[in-house]
């Protein structure tokens, strides 16, 4: 007997379904996509629909990732100045 096949994986996501799957709200992705200063990931404009493709929304959660030594440290703060007068 013939297994039914499976459906694959959708490569592009609405806004919504890219959202549920970055497990980020659906505004989030809304207002980086307005700012347009790289903040969210990258999209497909279609017109008046928007799109999200799987692996650019894997490759921009890849390059979001920070490493615990590599956190910030709070500066320490430099000596003032000194005049020699």
């Not at 096949?5 to 709200?25: D, I, M």
């Not at 307005?34 to 999209?43: E, K, L, T």
């Not at 279609?46 to 650019?56: E, F, G, H, T």
């Amino acid at each position: 007997m013939r297994q039914p096949e499976q459906a694959a994986p959708a490569e592009y996501f609405t806004t919504t379904e890219a959202a549920r799957y970055l497990r980020l709200s659906v505004q989030f992705l809304e207002v980086a996509r307005h700012r347009g200063d790289g903040r969210g990931p990258p999209f497909v404009k279609l017109s008046r629909s928007v799109r999200y493709r799987r692996s650019a929304l894997d490759a921009w959660m890849a390059a979001q990732e920070k490493l615990p030594d590599r956190a910030e440290q709070p500066k320490a703060k430099s000596a003032p100045a000194v005049d020699a007068a």
